[in-house]
């Protein structure tokens, strides 16, 4: 299992920047690809981001090319979401989860989730 606990979230201003960090359990984070989903209220769950196991690929909704990014780090078992520019329609609830492919963006292949961190953005 990769239990994975998501951390970062805050109320900020438009236009200033957040990192989320998601930290996962065990010994096989390396495994597995990695994506950020965000879900806001009234909504449908969206990918934002993934990244493939070697972070060799990666992957962002179109409204948030040039403003996120998604590194990992396989030796500190840690993806990040680095959020700039932010804007009110980025607030929602964030979400990591882990997936054994990568490219996956309905949710459906990813076989552990976070509890969510929330992200507001104010105008």
């Known amino acids: ?22 930290v996962a359990s065990g010994r096989t984070f390396s ?36 403003r996120f990014t998604i590194p990992r780090d396989n030796a500190k078992n840690v993806v990040y979401l680095q959020m700039n520019s932010l804007k009110p329609e980025d607030t929602a609830v964030y979400y990591c989860a882990a997936s054994q492919s990568y490219g996956n963006k309905d949710g459906t292949e990813y076989s552990y989730w976070g509890q969510g961190t929330q992200v507001t953005v104010s105008s």
Do not use: H, N
């Open 31 to 66: 495994g597995y690809s990695m994506g950020w989903f965000r879900q806001a209220p009234g909504k449908e769950r969206e990918c934002v981001a993934l990244i493939s196991r070697s972070a060799y690929s990666t992957y962002y909704t179109d409204s948030v090319k040039g």
């Open 1 to 22: 299992q990769v239990p994975l606990v998501e951390s970062g979230g805050a109320l900020v201003l438009a236009g200033d920047s957040l990192r989320l960090s998601c």
